[in-house]
C-alpha cells in the first residue's frame, strides 16, 4: 500500500552528483558512520523538469566552503529557500557563495553546501532521467543529491547519462552524520553525457541564475508502507563580468 505525503522539514538558518565537469565529494566528521552503499536509479532524482527546474533550496556549507571574493550582493538577495523534505534529513545553502566575477572564477564556481543526516530512516532515491545509477560522488549518508543551475535559457545539470535498464532502487538506511558536499560547477550549459558523449558548453553569460539542489524518491514506514518524498533546495546565484 503506497500513500503520498511531503515531510515539511525546514532549516532556520538564512543567508548537485557530479560528474563529467563537475567534481561532488564528501567529508564528515570523525564520529559519522561510514556512508552506506545505496543502489538508486528508476526515476528521475528530481521528478519532473518542473521540479528538477524549482531544485535550489536545500543545503549549508561549513567554515571550509568561502565566499567569492566578487561583487557585493546585498544579503537578503542571497538566502536560500527550502521546499518539502527528507525525511531524517535536511539540506542547508547558507553558507554557499551567491556571486561571482565571471573573469576571476576562470571556469571555477564553488558551490559547496551540507546534507544533514539526523535520524536514519529507509530511503529509496530516484536515478537520472535515463534510470542510471548516480555516481558515488553524489551520494551522501545513503542520499543521493541531485544538483543544478538554470535561468536565463541556460541550464546545467547531470540530468542525462545514458539509457540504462529500469530497476527498482531498494530501500537502504540513510546513516546519521553531518556531510559537507564540495559541488564544483565549470559555467557552462550541460545536460549529462547521455550515452552519445555529449560536451559541454557554451559558457554562461553573465547574470541571475539559481543553484538548486534535490531530493526525492520513497520512503518505507515501520509498518511496511512506503510515501513519496521530495525537497528542493535553492539558492539565486549572480554571475558578473
Excluded at 556512508?35 to 527546474?53: E, P
Excluded at 565566499?67 to 539540506?91: F, N, Q, R
Amino acid at each position: 500500500m503506497t500513500r503520498i505525503s511531503t515531510f515539511f522539514l525546514v532549516s532556520t538558518l538564512v543567508t548537485h552528483a557530479a560528474c563529467g565537469n563537475s567534481t561532488g565529494s564528501t567529508t564528515t566528521s570523525a564520529d559519522d558512520a561510514a556512508t552506506s552503499d545505496l543502489q538508486i536509479s528508476g526515476t528521475d532524482a528530481v521528478g519532473t523538469d518542473a521540479i528538477s527546474d524549482a531544485a535550489t533550496d536545500v543545503a549549508s556549507g561549513t567554515d571550509a566552503i568561502t565566499a567569492d571574493s566578487s561583487p557585493d550582493v546585498p544579503v537578503s538577495a542571497c538566502a536560500p529557500t527550502y521546499e518539502g523534505g527528507i525525511p531524517g534529513a535536511k539540506l542547508d545553502l547558507s553558507k554557499t557563495p551567491c556571486a561571482f566575477s565571471l573573469s576571476a572564477a576562470k571556469g571555477v564556481f564553488n558551490l559547496g553546501y551540507k546534507l544533514t543526516v539526523e535520524s536514519a530512516a529507509k530511503l529509496s532515491i530516484g536515478g537520472d532521467l535515463g534510470g542510471c545509477l548516480p555516481q558515488a560522488s553524489s551520494i551522501h549518508g545513503g542520499i543521493a543529491t541531485f544538483e543544478q543551475v538554470s535561468g536565463n535559457s541556460q541550464k546545467w545539470c547531470v540530468c542525462d547519462t545514458g539509457l540504462c535498464a529500469p530497476t527498482k532502487p531498494p530501500f537502504t538506511a540513510s546513516t546519521p552524520g553531518s556531510y559537507d558536499v564540495a559541488f564544483t560547477w565549470d559555467g557552462m550549459n550541460w545536460y549529462g553525457p547521455s550515452d552519445t558523449g555529449n560536451q559541454p558548453g557554451p559558457a554562461f553569460p553573465a547574470g541571475s541564475y539559481t543553484f538548486s539542489v534535490s531530493v526525492s524518491g520513497e520512503h518505507q514506514l515501520p509498518d511496511g508502507t512506503t510515501e513519496t518524498f521530495a525537497a528542493v533546495a535553492k539558492l539565486p546565484i549572480t554571475l558578473t563580468p
